[in-house]
């Protein structure tokens, strides 16, 4: 039955009259839902689509896109943003958002506190999505993601490249980062993904002691060289491995280098291009820190501000109540409670973690000064962590191509353009590497002329030497090196001076040992 009639599915004029009617529907559906998805693409093309805003934008009263008016929000932001621009890695934010017991707000979507901000410490997630979006950019796009059910309802989102985007339009709005800041972000996330492409570019600095790590070329093939670590007398040491062909194609390794004096040399390098600036350089670090410190104190107050401003709301809301109305009274009273316990959470929060006092900020600036006079007492200070290092290398260093032949040839590309060639030796083997060095071999030869071994040993000893594994010296130590090495013991030296043994000396003079 419709509103011209009834008809009969049993009789064929009826049925075709309604398959005719059916069709026509349809075709009527379709265009409806063309018209209107082409006006939601002609207004999303002029940037006046509205639509779903990330935390820290809002619409006006314009339905325009601007900067949420919280104070507290924009700056968290924007410690998001400049936190990866210092640190280069999104796993970094998080863990200096957690050092620092600092939150991040999230917009409620659905239910009764739709559009309310809650803070919550900051997920791995949040940060890439400030990263990805392009509205922190200033800029408006429509059709990032392609929304597809599946044949049991079920919804699923493909997130699109962008040049399959229907629309994006640069410099829309107040951005919380340029649009060219956005794309290098982006460029730099891609090189830190591990399973992107062949070529695997420098990820994020991490903690092992490969200096050159994500930056050593193959010098036969171009390839990147991965890092191997193995220990060596305790310590560990690093390998440059250039492993594609072997993984693809099944073949030999193109090249293992190890990596200790790759390291020391460039290394040294670096040394000699920071040492001009190694004073103001330390002291600009230390101003961004105190910077840092202060704005995290900056943004705990205002978090506790926030909280301070609930509980007070709270509180009138429970006296503005009458008493005698408990079923309210009692879920205000409840209300109020949670929202002193926010504050008291809040406050000792800002206590635990407030910034040191103007005079300790001071010392540490003429420490480092004192430190920054002598570069190299900065670089080799154990307190500075190796991912520091890391960073610094990578401020001056675009690449470094290691060739080994004869000896380690290792081309450095500086950021510049500027390129400087090392030559080094090739490493020792193993059983080179654990001699005796010549420097305690002519100790011993030396000392043989007036010492016997066991007091040899403890000369040696007391002058900090050790072998060629770094073991501490003892008499059979001692008696085996001068055998190998086919130095004359004591006994053959006092004899060529003409000495004689007590036994010798008792013939001579035809008394007895004793005497």
Sequence with gaps: ???????????????????????????????????????????????ELKQGLPVGYVHDYADRIVKDPDTAVREVIERVLSLFTATGSARQVVKAFA?????????????????????????????????????????FC???????????GKVHIQLLPRDEWDTLIPDHHAGYLSFAQWEANLA??????????????????????????????????GRRMTIAYHLRQGHEVSDYRCMTHAIQDGGQVCQRIPGPSIEAAVAELLLQLLTPLAV?????????????????????????????????????????????????????????????????????????????????????????????????????????????????????????????????TVHVRLSAGQTHTLHLPLPLSGGKLWQTPRSVV?????????????????????????????????????RDIRESYQLRNRHDRLRDRGLLTAPELAVLLDVSVPT
Excluded at 115 to 135: A, G, I, R, S, T
Excluded at 142 to 152: A, F, L, S, T
Excluded at 283 to 306: C, K, N, P
Aim: net charge positive; glycine share 6%; proline share 4%.
């Design 99 to 139: 050092a620092d017991r600092l939150t991040f707000p999230s917009r409620i979507r659905t239910g009764p506190r739709k559009d309310e901000l809650v803070w919550n410490p900051l997920k791995h997630w949040q940060v890439l999505n400030v990263l990805h979006n392009p509205l922190y950019a200033g800029a």
């Design 280 to 408: 103001e350089t330390a002291l600009a670090v230390s101003d961004e820190i105190t910077a840092r410190a202060a704005e995290a104190d900056r943004m705990r107050t205002t978090h506790l501000q926030r909280a301070q401003y609930r509980a007070d709301l709270a509180k009138r809301r429970y006296l503005a109540v009458d008493p005698d109305n408990r079923l309210v009274a009692d879920s205000l009273e409840a209300d109020w409670n949670a929202a002193l316990r926010e504050v008291a959470h809040a406050r000792s929060d800002v206590e635990r973690a407030r910034t040191p006092a103007a005079p300790h900020q001071q010392a540490t600036r003429e420490q480092l000064t004192r430190l920054a006079g002598d570069m190299k007492a900065l670089w080799h200070d154990p307190a500075t962590p190796m991912r520091e290092r890391k960073r610094i290398a990578r401020l001056l260093i675009h690449d470094v191509t290691l060739i080994k032949d004869d000896d380690i």
């Design 142 to 152: 429509y059709g990032r993601r392609k929304v597809r059910h599946d044949v049991r």
């Design 442 to 478: 002519a100790a011993i030869d030396e000392l043989l002329e007036d010492h016997a071994d066991a007091e040899i040993a403890d000369i040696l000893n007391q002058r900090g030497l050790t072998s060629g594994k770094g073991c501490s010296f003892h008499r059979l130590l001692v």
């Design 188 to 221: 730099q996330l891609q090189a830190q993904a591990t399973a992107h492409g062949d070529d695997r570019r420098a990820g994020p600095p991490r903690e092992g002691t490969a200096l050159l790590q994500g930056l050593a070329v193959c010098g036969r093939c």
């Design 1 to 47: 039955m419709d509103e011209d009639g009834l008809y009969d599915p049993l009789t064929f004029n009826d049925r075709l009259v309604l398959g005719m009617k059916g069709t026509m529907s349809e075709a009527e559906l379709h265009l409806l839902k063309a018209r209107l998805r082409g006006g939601q693409l002609a207004k999303a093309r002029r940037g």
